[in-house]
Nanobody
Framework: QIQLVESGGSLVQAGGSLRLSCAAS?????MGWFRQAPGKEREFVAA????????YYAESVEGRFTISRDNAKNTVYLQMDGLKPEDTAVYYC???????????????????WGQGTQVTVSP
């Protein structure tokens, strides 16, 4: 089991930017972000693979969010630009020892989860 600790969530106005960070206790293959808004199911946001750094995004965030990782630090980042009120949610960091980013995006699951960080976008 990989331990994950997120940071960076905050209140921001629409059109603004935030950068989320997630530090992992060890190396993993896929790392990514999911989110859950009140009354809605958890949804996939973005993922990145350890080898090759291939990235995958949900259609709703493509072009606005950028995922990256620092393998030396076992850390993944989510740069969120052009934020919209509909981006308001608890954002969860996810990691998987074996699944790739593509598998995390298609299966919409992961082996390890962080505790979540709140992102609120005001109109």
């Amino acid at each position: 089991q990989i331990q994950l600790v997120e940071s960076g969530g905050s209140l921001v106005q629409a059109g603004g930017s935030l950068r989320l960070s997630c530090a992992a206790s060890g190396r993993s293959n896929g790392m990514g972000w999911f989110r859950q808004a009140p009354g809605k199911e958890r949804e996939f946001v973005a993922a990145i693979s350890y080898i090759g750094g291939g990235t995958y995004y949900a259609e709703s965030v493509e072009g606005r969010f950028t995922i990256s990782r620092d393998n030396a630090k076992n850390t993944v980042y989510l740069q969120m630009d052009g934020l919209k009120p509909e981006d308001t949610a608890v954002y969860y960091c996810a990691a998987d020892l074996f699944r790739s980013a593509q598998q995390m995006s298609s299966l919409k699951t992961a082996g390890s989860w962080g505790q979540g960080t709140q992102v609120t976008v005001s109109p």
